[in-house]
């Protein structure tokens, strides 16, 4: 008897029900796309350091970032190689550097990553063989997931073209694809040697890197040689096990930047906005039909009766709102992810917690709605 009644009040106006979907739909999608957006901005800060194969990470004490690493001597590195458990330690350079459009001649930053190429730092996609020809001199791996003002690079290497271009003013020649990503904090992704880094970078010095990767022999419990480490090391590099390794970065993004609060607030707003909505709807309808409600106070159902009727309203505004504002929400993560390379897609664990936002928001909009249910009094009414 009860949701019968809730849903013939809310379907008694067909436009005002379609109007309460319309903005419960636009407060899920803001919503949806706030958090799409944070957590992309989060996966794709990681995905470099998820893609490491390495058991314990060296970075100098004054790196707050990928984008912000700081170089420290290889020394301490290869003094992790005295410790029994370690199998390899093996140095990974980065930097940041001005892109050559081959097409346009228009110059744009990307990250550069240098490493041994005898040794498998990376599970990227197309590593594997990838690696053995930037033994070659001044020969580079092209990020095919990177952001396409960078060129049609992927396109014309697939063709068989020869793809030639200036990286920080030195020539060079793409000789493979491999896939890792754009992030927030680059655009694009080249992949080299370690000897054709320093050729791109003359003035850095071999003997100092930016990443130490320790590979530990099987078995080993990496949290006790972090712990055993930093007992030994110096306090001029910070020792991090993989997990660390990657919240590291994560931490820098969510609490070191505004960017985390900003998507976290817009959320916020999203949310506002929909109670807002949503109390409009319930409000209007309770003070359009407070006669009905009247009488049926007079005829012996209780308040409780009645604010059920309402909460069960808003509990069907949730759920009717919410379908359309995921299936929009779909759409706009895919047009989204095409445009900016970002890894926005839809998560069970999103869906569910907007879900639950859009269930809190209409369920609060029918509290402070009802308010004047409560006072009604079939005496006044009638």
């Not at 009860?2 to 106006?13: C, F, G, M, N, V």
């Not at 636009?26 to 901005?41: E, I, T, Y």
């Not at 040794?119 to 063989?129: A, H």
């Not at 309203?313 to 895919?334: K, Q």
């Amino acid at each position: 008897m009860k949701i019968p009644l809730a849903w013939r009040q809310l379907t008694h106006d067909k436009t005002r029900l379609l109007v309460a979907l319309a903005g419960i739909a636009f407060a899920d999608v803001l919503m949806f796309m706030q958090l799409g957006f944070r957590d992309a901005l989060f996966e794709s800060a990681v995905t470099f350091h998820k893609q490491l194969q390495g058991d314990v990470f060296l970075i100098s004490t004054q790196s707050t970032a990928l984008i912000a690493m700081r170089s420290f001597s290889s020394r301490r590195l290869y003094q992790t190689l005295s410790f029994d458990g370690v199998a390899s330690a093996e140095p990974l350079f980065l930097d940041t550097a001005l892109w050559k459009n081959p097409q346009t001649q228009a110059t744009r930053g990307m990250m550069v990553i240098g490493f041994n190429p005898e040794r498998s730092l990376m599970t990227s996609p197309g590593l594997e063989g990838g690696m053995e020809k930037t033994k070659i001199p001044d020969i580079v791996l092209f990020d095919a997931a990177s952001r396409p003002e960078f060129g049609p690079v992927p396109d014309l290497f697939k063709q068989g073209e020869t793809v030639e271009t200036e990286v920080r003013s030195r020539r060079v020649r793409v000789g493979g694809l491999f896939t890792l990503g754009a992030s927030f904090g680059a655009d694009g992704n080249l992949i080299t040697s370690d000897l054709n880094f320093l050729r791109i970078f003359p003035t850095r010095s071999k003997d100092l890197i930016d990443v130490g990767v320790v590979r530990l022999k099987p078995g080993v419990d990496p949290i006790a040689t972090v712990a055993a480490m930093r007992q030994e090391f110096a306090s001029d590099v910070k020792i991090l096990t993989k997990e660390e390794f990657v919240e590291f970065e994560r931490s820098y993004w969510e609490q070191g930047t505004s960017i985390g609060f900003i998507f976290t607030l817009g959320t916020a707003m999203g949310f506002i906005v929909g109670i807002v909505i949503v109390y409009q709807i319930l409000y209007t309808d309770v003070s359009d039909h407070l006669p009905e409600y009247a009488t049926l106070k007079a005829m012996g159902y209780s308040d409780w009766y009645l604010l059920g009727v309402v909460f069960q309203e808003a509990v069907i505004l949730a759920f009717l709102g919410y379908i359309p504002g995921g299936l929009v929400t779909f759409f706009l993560y895919d047009l989204t992810r095409n445009a900016t390379s970002l890894p926005l897609y839809m998560t069970l664990a999103r869906a569910i917690t907007v879900l639950v936002l859009t269930l809190i928001m209409c369920l609060v909009s029918g509290a402070i709605s009802v308010r004047k249910l409560q006072a009604a009094d079939p005496a006044d009414i009638f």
